[in-house]
């Protein structure tokens, strides 16, 4: 057990110990260190893509705070995305997942989701475990994490502890740091702006759907690939009349009530100096941009949330709501704790502890 131990403190000189280092908006999340550090590899492995030319980390990448800074996001050989690629910071503490938040269960949902959807990654996980028992370094870091050899589930479950590792860190807010435009700004978004009736917690989120009247983003529906992505999208959830939609109908997807629709789920603030463009779909480019749209009350739209109203900003108020938005970003996730140095893993700590165990 001891040299189990040695081993997992030397695997994970990384992501989950890195992490509870710096100032977090929550505790860190109770993960196996080994079984981060196999999480770590998969998720830059573009083997686990069908024609092996997409990675977890080609969208969600670590210097935008695991995203891509596109308004739509990239999608399998032949296709396009319709939506914007979702930030990863504090992923592990969310309560649904994908901007419709059609996924309410786990990460290993979500990881399955994203590899075997033939618009994401397209690969049948058979051929994926095949792949993964070929290479000797997957062999030696499946071992070391408890299991006995690659599979799946194995590798689903490896990537859900690497992604509890992705955690905010030293923001302003956090540390106490915040400007004196910031602390002015954090008083409008609690008081007169009303932002925290939505964005609460410490994530800034309450994970629940809402339409906000957000434009639409005509590239989906004149780009024929990302207008086919959606068409394959909304036919397999059973939407009616899928051929001739050209919105983006969110939240109807998972429950098909007409109240639902056009509805998104609230977008943690967390990190958005590195996460623009901003909304489900990418439309607004700035921060200024994002205010400006709610203090007109948002946009138009017959189910829009009757909370949204006009909310009178002068400039000096809207300068200060953005400090505060920046002081929720903290430090580029572009460390040691987040991405994968091919010398990561030591194949001399694996055959010591072999040796030791027999």
């Known amino acids: 057990m001891l040299s189990r131990c040695l081993l ?53 990448q670590p210097d935008k705070a695991f995203t891509d800074g596109e308004a739509l996001s990239a999608a399998y050989t032949g296709g396009a995305h319709f939506r914007n690629t979702p930030t990863l910071a504090n992923v592990g503490y969310r309560d649904a997942w994908l901007h419709d938040g059609r996924l309410g269960t786990d990460l290993n949902d979500v990881a399955r989701e994203m590899i075997t959807e033939t618009y994401l990654m397209n690969m049948d996980m058979r051929i994926m475990q095949e792949r993964l028992k070929q290479d000797p370094v997957y062999v030696e870091m499946f071992a070391a994490a408890g299991m006995s050899e690659p599979s799946n589930g194995g590798a689903r479950n490896a990537l859900m502890g690497f992604m509890k590792t992705i955690q905010s860190r030293n923001a ?56 086919s992505v959606y068409v394959t999208y909304a036919k397999f959830f059973g939407v009616p009349g899928y051929m001739n939609l050209r919105e983006d109908i969110g939240a109807y997807i998972r429950t098909h009530r007409e109240e639902t629709r056009r509805s998104f789920l609230t977008l943690t603030l967390r990190e958005l100096t590195y996460t623009a463009p901003y909304m489900h779909n990418g439309v607004f480019g700035t921060l200024d941009e994002v205010v400006d749209f709610y203090d007109a009350g948002g946009g138009s739209d017959p189910l829009k949330d009757a909370r949204l109203k006009p909310l009178g900003l002068i400039p000096s108020e809207k300068a200060d709501l953005v400090a505060f938005l920046e002081s929720l970003s903290g430090e580029s996730f572009d460390t040691d704790a987040y991405v994968w140095r091919e010398d990561d893993f030591d194949y001399e700590v694996i055959e010591d502890w072999r040796n030791l165990q027999n």
């Open 8 to 60: 997992t403190g030397v695997l994970l000189l990384s992501s989950a110990a890195a992490a509870q280092e710096a100032v977090t908006p929550e505790e860190a999340l109770e993960v196996d260190a080994a079984r981060a550090e196999l999480g770590k590899r998969l998720f830059y492995d573009t083997r686990l893509s069908g024609d092996t030319t997409l990675s977890c980390a080609s969208c969600h």
């Open 172 to 227: 302003p807010y956090d540390t106490g740091e915040m400007s004196a435009a910031a602390q002015r700004g954090q008083a409008i978004f609690e008081g007169k702006a009303q932002c925290s009736a939505c964005h609460s917690g410490a994530r800034f989120t309450d994970d629940q759907p809402y339409n906000i009247g957000v434009p639409n983003n005509p590239d989906i529906w004149s780009d024929p690939e990302r207008h």
